[in-house]
């Protein structure tokens, strides 16, 4: 599972870049996107490094992914739910795509390799 494991780091590095970013891009003054931007991404930073870290190949790295691939799919939403500046929607939103993306990679990765490389074998 080495290939899975940059995209998760990767994943990680976003989460904490979104627990930064409300006094990186200056919204820190809305309350309400300043902490929801800390407590999902801190999500995804758990989340992806607990995915990361994990040896078992089974359910639990599947649902580390899932809630990760939820996460940026929060980051998509996020700025237009606050209404916040351009430079904040396009950085937040595109980092929301790739990490849903990383994701979503991960998910499709694993459940090819778990019916071929003995995992969970696939349901008959």
């Known amino acids: 599972m080495l290939k899975q494991t940059w995209k998760q780091w990767l994943s990680a590095l976003m989460g904490a870049w979104f627990i930064i ?12 996107a300043l902490w929801t931007s800390i407590v999902i991404g801190a999500i995804q930073l758990i989340a992806s490094v607990w995915g990361a870290l994990t040896r078992d190949t089974g ?3 599947l649902w580390m992914a899932a809630i990760s691939l939820i996460t940026g799919v929060w980051f998509v939403i996020q700025p237009f739910a606050f209404a ?15 990490t849903a993306l990383l994701n979503v990679w ?9 019916g071929v490389r003995g995992g969970q074998p696939k349901a008959a």
Do not use: C, K, Y
């Open 21 to 32: 970013s409300p006094w990186v891009l200056s919204f820190q003054h809305q309350t309400a």
């Open 106 to 114: 991960n998910l499709v990765e694993d459940r090819g390799t778990r």
């Open 84 to 98: 916040q500046n351009t430079v904040t929607t396009w950085v937040t939103a595109v980092l929301g795509v790739i």
């Open 59 to 61: 359910s639990i790295r």
